[in-house]
């Protein structure tokens, strides 16, 4: 039963992410089950939010150290969030740094390395320059889809549930270039698989 | 035709109460509820509203229900404690038309001051109480709720927690269905005027309902045992029922699905099939100590916390030990005890990333020039309480909806007899939004003029109920369904209720800000100001012109920095403003003496 979490900072995009994800999954016949946060935890805090799909699925929490991929959108929130993955789970990180409160204001320190730690931890890394794709495709709004994108040559859903699953839930407006955010995800990570 | 789509559970709520034939539905936003009413909306059949308050919305369900129509009210946790003087005497009267409250507890608490276990609630009230595991159940027991409901003329809670309002599992979903229901409606006061003497004859009638409805849950299709190992008998509800399944697959199991009032002969002979039993359940132990009532031996809160949310593996490692010693078979071991590895380890030491007021959010001119104007603030529940971080530091004491201003009437009257604290004297403010203000906040407004109590209250309107995900209010002039309507005007409101010093600023003007505010401080009698600016995330303008600053002029002063916003740094000992997240508040540029920082057009 795989198991994706999905990490990063409120406001970032991931519970669209985590949609178009479950339904890809969804068309791909699984049972599928998500966990998302709302409310506070999205004014630019800390966000984490799951999707597991299988034959059947039980709880909407991913137990920890057992999932199979991790979406990293921010390095600092990957990192936190490493420990999720099973000791074969591929991380798929957006190299985007986005300093929180505490670092801005100089109580503490971003953690220079957080890429190199996430990469030890995880068995697999995969390295998605998101936002310079994003603009690539037309929107920084479409980092969530460079990632899915990756995401999507290690899982084996049909490429139309995929497509079907972006023009489902993106803004109108915004389908076209989520497709093409898809596809250069999609193009990077076939060529670190 | 049949359909399989994935829903949240607070979306299952939504199309079960439509398909139930919900006339009439009520709520105020609240986090993990808001998206019941949200999705309710879309159905143009149904009448729905953001009501001024869950009390209020409750009372409208009420309303809808003895006149004949299935009603929803929809609220979350925290919010049944306003509604809980209707609820706690709607079970007397009983409802005709089902109505079902559903109620979104926050264990963990993603979005909330406290929490609270709502099931205490249909202990109290006497009311007959179900739980779904999934979105699936939880679009069938709305359906069922209101069969109960009418069965029994008795409202039902329907209790969600975040990890069932806020997952998405699969639902079967059938198009075109909608019961129809159309009650009539006659007078009847002995049984809907609770003066004491009716409300005494009432009471046993309640009890004797309560006692048909142990009955009913008896033989409840939903309440569900589940054999397996012989020697592991687990009771538990809810979102649990899945952690349970998770941990223990092979355990056997009493899924109960209405929680109250307890099917005690079910409950009697599953335990009696196991030396003892475990009680997997989030916050209180409510099932553990009805079991415990009952003289079965139970297991549950000397092993499971009683704060936060359960997850698997919480439930594995609580239950492991015991489980073993049954002779059962150990959960299923995820790698628990290995991912404290180093990664996790670590994980305590990296900076944290709290929620913030958002770039350009209007709360943070007005908690900056509060800060400079040295008071004494009682806050209340919206993103503005973000502004207790540092560097605003912006807020003293917050309980709950409304109290801003209650809290902020004591304070003064406290100060004002202190010696200690007698410079804190007169210089008390109570802070509210918009939302909350019209919730919660109005009684408190009149109690202050009518007291005399000095206290400055400030209204932060930023036009809408932003936390909550942007919902309309009675201030913003549209209804949940974005019919125009009346826009209610704080201003008039504050001189109608007596408030003879009524003041409007800009946030985003920090100068003139300040001054007012120092200005309704030093007024030696109680004022109102009106912090209004529409929510930056709300109300964007056509083209943002971001700011930039330019490092040559720039002399590391960090005055900006003082004001918390998100999209500025220091870069290379500079100050440093992020063009995407910027929109052009100016705020960090009123500050800057070197007039370093400007429009990035200007550059």
Redesign the interface.
């Given at each position: 039963m795989p198991d994706a979490v999905l990490a990063g900072?409120?406001?970032q995009g991931t519970v669209l992410s985590t949609?178009v994800l479950?339904?890809a999954a969804?068309l791909s016949g699984y049972?599928?089950?998500?966990?998302?946060?709302?409310?506070?935890?999205?004014?630019?805090?800390?966000v984490t939010s799951a999707v597991r799909w299988g034959e059947k699925?039980?709880?909407?929490?991913v137990?920890?150290?057992?999932a199979d991929f991790m979406l990293a959108f921010e390095m600092?929130?990957g990192?936190?969030e490493?420990?999720c993955l099973?000791?074969h789970g591929i991380a798929i990180v957006n190299p985007y740094r986005m300093?929180?409160?505490?670092?801005?204001?100089?109580?503490?320190?971003?953690?220079e390395d957080a890429l190199e730690?996430?990469m030890?931890?995880a068995g697999k890394t995969v390295i998605v320059p998101a936002r310079e794709l994003a603009l690539e495709a037309g929107s920084?709004r479409a980092m969530g889809s460079c990632l899915l994108g990756a995401l999507s040559v290690f899982v084996d859903f049909p490429e139309e549930a995929w497509r079907k699953a972006i023009e489902e839930f993106c803004p109108t407006e915004y389908v076209d270039v989520n497709l093409k955010a898809f596809d250069l995800g999609k193009r990077l990570g076939a060529s670190e698989r | 035709m049949k359909r399989?789509?994935?829903l949240?559970g607070n979306e299952a709520v939504a199309l079960g109460a439509y398909q139930a034939g919900v006339a009439v539905a009520a709520a105020y936003p609240g986090?993990?509820s808001?998206?019941i009413l949200e999705e309710m909306s879309k159905f143009p059949e149904v009448y729905c509203e953001w009501s001024s308050n869950e009390k209020v919305a409750l009372e409208v369900a009420i309303g809808a229900a003895l006149g004949g129509k299935r009603s929803l009210a929809a609220m979350k946790h925290v919010g049944l404690n306003v509604a809980a003087d209707s609820w706690m005497t709607l079970t007397y009267i009983g409802v005709n038309a089902g109505l079902v409250l559903a109620v979104a507890d926050d264990p963990g608490m993603?979005?909330s001051q406290n929490e609270q276990d709502t099931r205490y609630y249909a202990l109290m009230a006497k009311a007959p109480m179900l739980e779904p595991s999934?979105s699936q159940e939880a679009l069938e027991l709305v359906k069922e709720a209101f069969h109960i409901s009418e069965r029994f003329d008795l409202p039902v809670l329907l209790r969600l927690e975040t990890?069932i309002s806020?997952?998405?599992?699969?639902v079967e979903v059938e198009d075109g269905v909608r019961e129809e229901v159309d009650l009539p409606y006659s007078k009847d006061a002995v049984k809907r005027v609770m003066v004491p003497a009716h409300a005494r004859l009432r009471h046993p009638v309640l009890l004797s309902k309560l006692e048909e409805l142990r009955r009913f849950g008896e033989s409840f299709a939903y309440n569900r045992v589940e054999m397996g190992d012989p020697r592991v008998g687990i009771v538990t509800s809810g979102?649990c029922y899945?952690?349970v399944?998770?941990a223990f697959p092979e355990a056997s199991v009493l899924k109960l699905t209405m929680t109250h009032p307890l099917p005690e002969r079910l409950l009697r002979d599953f335990c009696s099939r196991f030396r003892r039993v475990y009680v997997v359940e989030e916050l209180e132990p409510f099932l553990e100590n009805s079991l415990k009532a009952m003289g079965i031996d139970a297991v549950g809160k000397s092993r499971i916390p009683r704060m936060g949310?359960l997850?698997?593996?919480i439930v594995?490692e609580a239950l492991r030990e015991l489980v073993e010693l049954d002779g059962g078979k150990p959960p299923k071991l995820?790698?628990?005890a290995?991912?404290e590895?180093?990664?996790?380890e670590?994980?305590a030491e990296?900076?944290?990333?709290?929620?913030?007021?958002?770039p350009g959010c209007p709360h943070r001119g007005l908690f900056f020039a509060l800060g400079r104007a040295r008071a004494t603030v009682s806050g209340d529940i919206g993103?503005y309480t973000?502004s207790v971080?540092?560097?605003l530091n912006g807020i003293d004491c917050q309980v709950c909806m409304g109290a801003g201003i209650g809290l902020a009437l004591g304070l003064e009257r406290a100060f004002s007899q202190s010696e200690l604290n007698a410079e804190r004297a007169g210089r008390v403010v109570g802070l509210l939004g918009d939302s909350t203000f019209i919730h919660a906040g109005i009684p408190a407004l009149i109690d202050m003029v009518y007291n005399k109590t000095p206290v400055t209250v400030v209204i932060l309107d930023n036009r809408t109920t932003a936390?909550?995900?942007f919902q309309d209010h009675p201030g913003t002039g549209r209804t949940i369904k974005g019919e125009e309507t009346h826009a209610l005007d704080l201003e008039a409101l504050s001189l109608a209720v007596g408030v003879r010093r009524v003041r409007v600023v800009d946030p985003w003007r920090l100068e003139e800000t300040e001054e007012v505010l120092r200005e309704e401080l030093a007024a030696s009698e109680p004022s109102v100001v009106i912090s209004r600016r529409g929510c930056s995330l709300r109300e964007r303008p056509e083209k943002v012109v971001p700011f930039w600053v330019d490092p040559d002029d720039c002399d590391s002063c960090w005055r900006c920095?003082r004001l918390?916003c998100?999209a500025?740094?220091?870069r290379d000992e500079k100050a440093w403003i992020d063009g995407?997240l910027c929109r052009g508040c100016s705020m960090c540029a009123q500050l800057c003496r070197k007039e370093a920082i400007e429009e990035v057009e200007h550059a």
């Amino acid at each position: 039963m795989p198991d994706a979490v999905l990490a990063g900072v409120g406001g970032q995009g991931t519970v669209l992410s985590t949609r178009v994800l479950a339904e890809a999954a969804l068309l791909s016949g699984y049972d599928v089950k998500t966990s998302e946060v709302h409310g506070m935890a999205q004014r630019g805090g800390s966000v984490t939010s799951a999707v597991r799909w299988g034959e059947k699925v039980f709880s909407p929490l991913v137990p920890r150290g057992t999932a199979d991929f991790m979406l990293a959108f921010e390095m600092l929130e990957g990192l936190r969030e490493v420990g999720c993955l099973a000791p074969h789970g591929i991380a798929i990180v957006n190299p985007y740094r986005m300093d929180p409160l505490p670092v801005l204001r100089g109580d503490a320190v971003y953690p220079e390395d957080a890429l190199e730690r996430i990469m030890e931890r995880a068995g697999k890394t995969v390295i998605v320059p998101a936002r310079e794709l994003a603009l690539e495709a037309g929107s920084l709004r479409a980092m969530g889809s460079c990632l899915l994108g990756a995401l999507s040559v290690f899982v084996d859903f049909p490429e139309e549930a995929w497509r079907k699953a972006i023009e489902e839930f993106c803004p109108t407006e915004y389908v076209d270039v989520n497709l093409k955010a898809f596809d250069l995800g999609k193009r990077l990570g076939a060529s670190e698989r | 035709m049949k359909r399989k789509v994935l829903l949240s559970g607070n979306e299952a709520v939504a199309l079960g109460a439509y398909q139930a034939g919900v006339a009439v539905a009520a709520a105020y936003p609240g986090t993990p509820s808001t998206q019941i009413l949200e999705e309710m909306s879309k159905f143009p059949e149904v009448y729905c509203e953001w009501s001024s308050n869950e009390k209020v919305a409750l009372e409208v369900a009420i309303g809808a229900a003895l006149g004949g129509k299935r009603s929803l009210a929809a609220m979350k946790h925290v919010g049944l404690n306003v509604a809980a003087d209707s609820w706690m005497t709607l079970t007397y009267i009983g409802v005709n038309a089902g109505l079902v409250l559903a109620v979104a507890d926050d264990p963990g608490m993603h979005s909330s001051q406290n929490e609270q276990d709502t099931r205490y609630y249909a202990l109290m009230a006497k009311a007959p109480m179900l739980e779904p595991s999934d979105s699936q159940e939880a679009l069938e027991l709305v359906k069922e709720a209101f069969h109960i409901s009418e069965r029994f003329d008795l409202p039902v809670l329907l209790r969600l927690e975040t990890r069932i309002s806020h997952s998405r599992t699969v639902v079967e979903v059938e198009d075109g269905v909608r019961e129809e229901v159309d009650l009539p409606y006659s007078k009847d006061a002995v049984k809907r005027v609770m003066v004491p003497a009716h409300a005494r004859l009432r009471h046993p009638v309640l009890l004797s309902k309560l006692e048909e409805l142990r009955r009913f849950g008896e033989s409840f299709a939903y309440n569900r045992v589940e054999m397996g190992d012989p020697r592991v008998g687990i009771v538990t509800s809810g979102v649990c029922y899945q952690y349970v399944r998770e941990a223990f697959p092979e355990a056997s199991v009493l899924k109960l699905t209405m929680t109250h009032p307890l099917p005690e002969r079910l409950l009697r002979d599953f335990c009696s099939r196991f030396r003892r039993v475990y009680v997997v359940e989030e916050l209180e132990p409510f099932l553990e100590n009805s079991l415990k009532a009952m003289g079965i031996d139970a297991v549950g809160k000397s092993r499971i916390p009683r704060m936060g949310e359960l997850n698997p593996d919480i439930v594995a490692e609580a239950l492991r030990e015991l489980v073993e010693l049954d002779g059962g078979k150990p959960p299923k071991l995820w790698p628990s005890a290995a991912a404290e590895d180093k990664a996790t380890e670590d994980k305590a030491e990296l900076p944290p990333r709290p929620p913030v007021m958002c770039p350009g959010c209007p709360h943070r001119g007005l908690f900056f020039a509060l800060g400079r104007a040295r008071a004494t603030v009682s806050g209340d529940i919206g993103c503005y309480t973000l502004s207790v971080l540092p560097p605003l530091n912006g807020i003293d004491c917050q309980v709950c909806m409304g109290a801003g201003i209650g809290l902020a009437l004591g304070l003064e009257r406290a100060f004002s007899q202190s010696e200690l604290n007698a410079e804190r004297a007169g210089r008390v403010v109570g802070l509210l939004g918009d939302s909350t203000f019209i919730h919660a906040g109005i009684p408190a407004l009149i109690d202050m003029v009518y007291n005399k109590t000095p206290v400055t209250v400030v209204i932060l309107d930023n036009r809408t109920t932003a936390m909550t995900g942007f919902q309309d209010h009675p201030g913003t002039g549209r209804t949940i369904k974005g019919e125009e309507t009346h826009a209610l005007d704080l201003e008039a409101l504050s001189l109608a209720v007596g408030v003879r010093r009524v003041r409007v600023v800009d946030p985003w003007r920090l100068e003139e800000t300040e001054e007012v505010l120092r200005e309704e401080l030093a007024a030696s009698e109680p004022s109102v100001v009106i912090s209004r600016r529409g929510c930056s995330l709300r109300e964007r303008p056509e083209k943002v012109v971001p700011f930039w600053v330019d490092p040559d002029d720039c002399d590391s002063c960090w005055r900006c920095m003082r004001l918390g916003c998100p999209a500025l740094s220091r870069r290379d000992e500079k100050a440093w403003i992020d063009g995407d997240l910027c929109r052009g508040c100016s705020m960090c540029a009123q500050l800057c003496r070197k007039e370093a920082i400007e429009e990035v057009e200007h550059a």
